[in-house]
């Protein structure tokens, strides 16, 4: 069965300090969808990035960087030089391909970052 | 490009009555998908329309149900509200169907049921 674990319910760092938000996943597929959302105050979720499982290449997004492997089925998000902006709950899912379908998708449970001034 | 967009914001319920909720996907978008949120669930999800046709139901009681019309728009109706359907009510819309593509959510509706 899948499953999203994200183990840190809270973060919280000084402004301009690097973090990294944690995701393991569980899947018995080969193929799939890893997302990261962030969930500022206003509600919405707001869409990060989308990696397929056979793309293990990292990326990096201005400040933002997310690190794939698969070996360990993690996913794992850093904000290098946070700012009180990225104050956010970030969500990590994933979906297995070919259901076709939105309820496949799995959400973690999230983690509540802080970025104090 | 306009976002999605559901209305209203915010809404105060008690118990027994009924309520719509509405969700207008972003211009193009054929997909709807709608999602409840609260602290102890997270987030659960509850329906995805496409072109019409609801594709599949969440694991939720037959008092809440939905449709979508031929322009995207989308509601969703729960009728004899309990205390704990009060939550954060999201609607994603998506270019195609499924969980392969990425979502845009609206700000949701905060349903309070006293």
């Known amino acids: 069965a899948q499953k999203v674990t994200q183990a840190q319910t809270e973060i919280s760092v000084v402004e301009k300090e690097d973090v990294t938000l944690d995701c393991v996943y569980e899947?018995?597929?080969?193929?799939?969808?890893l997302f990261w959302y962030k969930q500022p105050p206003s509600g919405e979720l707001v869409f990060l990035i989308r990696?397929?499982?056979?793309?293990?290449q990292n990326e990096i997004s201005g400040r933002y960087s997310w690190n794939f492997q698969k070996s360990t089925s993690s996913f794992n998000f850093t904000i290098t030089a946070s700012q009180v902006v990225d104050s956010a709950v970030y969500f990590c899912a994933l979906s297995e391909r070919g259901y076709s379908s939105a309820s496949k998708i799995i959400f973690g449970s999230g983690t509540r970052l802080s970025i104090r001034p | 490009k306009a976002g999605v967009t559901q209305t209203p914001r915010y809404l105060i319920k008690t118990r027994g009555q009924q309520v719509t909720l509405s969700c207008s996907p972003i211009?193009?978008?054929?997909?709807v998908s709608w999602y409840q949120q609260t602290p102890g669930q997270g987030l659960q999800f509850l329906f995805e329309y496409f072109s019409e046709t609801q594709r599949n139901k969440g694991n939720f009681p037959g008092r809440f149900s939905g449709r979508q019309f031929s322009n995207s728009r989308s509601e969703m109706n729960v009728s004899t509200l309990e205390l704990g359907d009060s939550a954060l009510y999201l609607c994603a819309s998506s270019s195609s169907p499924g969980g392969d593509y990425e979502q845009y959510f609206g700000p949701g509706t905060r349903l309070t049921v006293t």
């Open positions: 990696r397929n499982s056979f793309d293990e």
């Open positions: 899947t018995r597929d080969t193929t799939y969808y």
């Open positions: 211009s193009g978008h054929r997909s």
